[in-house]
């Protein structure tokens, strides 16, 4: 009786409802479709097992279920499989078999019904080594086409390992800064690979190895050097690539040569005529003429015969007197900074101001085996002109230069000039210092002056100091002529020959 009063209270109070029996009652759906990543089983060398599971159905059939996969960190890598949906247990399986031997890869579950796409977590999992895989076997080969600022450099995968994933890349340094190494992809042919380097430093040495990188690991091979060249060609008849890396390749230009130079670098001229104005002399990038344009070193050249001429034609010159024509200015900071100009011709040189063949401010530039003719200056140093400078001029010529002062070489302020084994001839001044015009002494030794005029003082050289020039060795003044019938005479009137 008791039991039976239990019963019907809950009936009582809540309604008939409350008393169906069970097969009568309604079921209550879920909320959403809610499905998860379960894990990868049978990892494989290139295969993987995925399982995932619906825990919730979202209240309609569900219609597609499966799995998205890609290589970890490489979405552009993503790929999709589907699945079946076990009824029984709600889970469903992928077997994935294109996959890369130990490899990671991202995974992740998900299940669509008519309403919506649900993802699971995503899990990751590595494949194994392939069976037979070992580490590749790499060789570094040579560096070829070295230039100052340029090469191309070699190596062979000699074995892949038995791997598909073998890939090959290059480090690369230069000597003394291998925390700075570049790592750089090759172009394959067949099993052989390069890497052509630009924009090295001329003058340095480079190093590099190549690695052998699959599923095992890296191997290397052995270590490579180079230095890179510290000329640069230029020959105004060349055909080729006008890069500057070769006589057959070099640039037809000295301009197009400055602006690849740097500190180190050598310009090396082939004979001919290159008419181009405002050439720099710039710190450590010396110049050198005299090249018949086949020479390997200096010592080759003959620059008594190649002659490497800068400036212009006479018929351009008197054709173009407004001009203004200076072949060399000097880019110096201080006066400590040097550079070489050897074995060249500056000839028909202009210059409204000072200095038409070579005007030089500061630094301590090596002039040497060169020739300034036919120069022409409006004020002084017609050749050359020199401030501040310690300049050393050796086995020089200045034949046929014209200024109002000083039409071979212009001595003005805080200079230390050294002349030495030069010869002056045919200069020729409206004023004074037929050859030299200074202001303070100099160093001159074994040199020539014959048949230079000054229409004032000094027919070979005129002191605008009281000072003489220090005199070594034995100089020679022959048939210098001046107003005042001087050859070499200072602001005291002082014959200093």
Same mark, same amino acid.
């Given at each position: 009786?008791?039991?039976?009063?239990?019963?019907?209270?809950?009936?009582?109070?809540?309604?008939?409802?409350?008393? %169906?029996?069970?097969?009568?009652?309604?079921?209550?759906?879920?909320?959403?479709?809610?499905?998860?990543?379960?894990?990868?089983?049978?990892?494989? /060398?290139?295969?993987?097992?995925?399982?995932?599971?619906?825990?919730?159905?979202?209240?309609? @059939?569900?219609?597609?279920?499966?799995?998205?996969?890609?290589?970890?960190?490489?979405?552009?890598?993503?790929?999709?499989? $589907?699945?079946?949906?076990?009824?029984?247990?709600?889970?469903?399986?992928?077997?994935?078999?294109?996959?890369?031997?130990?490899?990671?890869?991202?995974?992740?579950?998900?299940?669509?019904?008519? &309403?919506?796409?649900?993802?699971?977590?995503?899990?990751?999992? %590595?494949?194994?080594?392939?069976?037979?895989?070992?580490?590749?076997?790499?060789?570094?080969?040579?560096?070829?086409?070295?230039?100052?600022?340029?090469? &191309?450099?070699?190596?062979?995968?000699?074995?892949?390992?038995?791997?598909?994933?073998?890939?090959?890349?290059?480090?690369?340094?230069?000597?003394?800064?291998?925390?700075?190494?570049?790592?750089?992809?090759?172009?394959?042919?067949?099993?052989?690979?390069?890497?052509?380097?630009?924009?090295?430093?001329?003058?340095?040495?480079?190093?590099?190895?190549?690695?052998?990188?699959?599923?095992?690991?890296?191997?290397?091979?052995?270590?490579?050097?180079?230095?890179?060249?510290?000329?640069?060609?230029?020959? &105004?008849?060349? *055909?080729?690539?006008?890069?500057?890396?070769?006589?057959?390749? /070099?640039?037809?230009?000295?301009?197009?040569?400055?602006?690849?130079?740097?500190?180190?670098?050598?310009?090396?001229?082939?004979?001919?005529?290159?008419?181009?104005?405002?050439?720099?002399?710039?710190?450590?990038?010396?110049?050198?003429?005299?090249?018949?344009?086949? $020479?390997?070193?200096?010592?080759?050249?003959?620059?008594?015969?190649?002659?490497?001429?800068?400036?212009? +034609?006479?018929?351009?010159?008197?054709?173009?007197?407004?001009?203004?024509?200076?072949?060399?200015?000097?880019?110096?900071?201080?006066?400590? $900074?040097?550079?070489?100009? =050897?074995?060249?011709?500056?000839?028909?040189?202009?210059?409204?101001?000072?200095?038409?063949?070579?005007? #030089?401010?500061?630094?301590? @530039?090596?002039?040497?085996?060169?020739?300034?003719?036919?120069?022409?200056?409006?004020?002084?140093? /017609?050749?050359?002109?020199?401030?501040?400078?310690?300049?050393?001029? *050796?086995?020089?010529?200045?034949?046929?230069?014209?200024?109002?002062?000083? /039409?071979?070489?212009?001595?003005? +302020?805080?200079?230390?000039?050294?002349?030495? =084994?030069?010869?002056?001839?045919?200069?020729?001044?409206? %004023?004074?210092?037929?050859?030299?015009?200074?202001?303070?002494?100099?160093?001159?030794?074994?040199?020539?002056?014959?048949?230079?005029?000054?229409?004032?003082? !000094?027919?070979?050289?005129?002191?605008?100091?009281?000072? #003489? @020039? *220090?005199?070594? !060795?034995?100089?020679?003044?022959?048939?210098?002529?001046?107003?005042?019938?001087?050859?070499?005479?200072?602001?005291?009137?002082?014959?200093?020959?």
């Amino acid at each position: 009786m008791r039991k039976y009063l239990l019963f019907l209270i809950p009936c009582f109070l809540f309604g008939s409802m409350a008393c %169906k029996e069970d097969d009568d009652i309604e079921p209550v759906l879920d909320d959403f479709l809610e499905v998860r990543t379960e894990n990868a089983e049978n990892i494989g /060398a290139g295969q993987l097992t995925l399982k995932g599971k619906i825990l919730s159905s979202g209240g309609t @059939p569900v219609e597609k279920v499966g799995f998205a996969y890609w290589k970890q960190g490489s979405l552009s890598t993503r790929k999709t499989v $589907e699945a079946e949906l076990n009824t029984v247990d709600s889970t469903f399986v992928a077997q994935i078999s294109d996959l890369s031997s130990f490899t990671t890869y991202a995974f992740e579950a998900f299940a669509e019904d008519a &309403v919506s796409k649900e993802e699971g977590d995503i899990l990751s999992a %590595k494949t194994m080594v392939a069976a037979g895989v070992t580490l590749p076997e790499v060789k570094v080969l040579d560096a070829t086409g070295v230039s100052f600022n340029g090469a &191309v450099i070699s190596g062979e995968l000699v074995s892949d390992g038995s791997s598909e994933q073998t890939a090959l890349t290059f480090s690369f340094w230069e000597d003394g800064f291998e925390n700075m190494a570049e790592n750089l992809v090759p172009e394959m042919e067949e099993n052989i690979g390069t890497v052509e380097l630009d924009e090295l430093m001329p003058g340095r040495l480079y190093k590099f190895t190549l690695l052998g990188l699959n599923e095992l690991g890296v191997a290397y091979s052995d270590t490579l050097s180079f230095t890179t060249n510290h000329m640069i060609y230029v020959d &105004v008849d060349a *055909e080729g690539a006008a890069n500057g890396s070769t006589w057959e390749n /070099a640039f037809n230009s000295i301009g197009e040569a400055f602006e690849h130079a740097v500190a180190g670098t050598e310009l090396w001229i082939a004979e001919g005529l290159y008419s181009e104005k405002n050439l720099p002399m710039v710190r450590n990038v010396d110049v050198y003429g005299g090249f018949s344009g086949t $020479e390997l070193t200096l010592e080759d050249r003959d620059w008594e015969n190649n002659l490497t001429i800068i400036g212009r +034609t006479k018929e351009d010159f008197d054709n173009n007197q407004s001009d203004d024509y200076t072949l060399f200015i000097t880019k110096y900071k201080h006066k400590l $900074e040097q550079s070489i100009l =050897d074995g060249v011709i500056l000839q028909y040189g202009k210059s409204d101001q000072d200095g038409a063949g070579l005007r #030089c401010h500061l630094g301590s @530039p090596q002039i040497r085996n060169c020739t300034f003719r036919f120069n022409k200056a409006k004020n002084k140093g /017609a050749a050359t002109y020199f401030k501040n400078s310690n300049a050393r001029l *050796e086995n020089c010529r200045f034949e046929d230069n014209s200024s109002q002062w000083a /039409a071979a070489i212009r001595v003005y +302020t805080k200079n230390s000039l050294i002349i030495k =084994d030069c010869v002056f001839e045919r200069n020729e001044v409206t %004023k004074d210092g037929g050859a030299i015009h200074s202001k303070e002494s100099f160093i001159l030794a074994n040199s020539v002056f014959k048949d230079n005029y000054a229409k004032g003082k !000094g027919g070979a050289i005129y002191m605008d100091t009281n000072s #003489c @020039p *220090e005199m070594l !060795g034995e100089n020679i003044f022959e048939n210098n002529d001046s107003g005042d019938k001087k050859q070499v005479v200072n602001k005291s009137k002082k014959v200093c020959e």
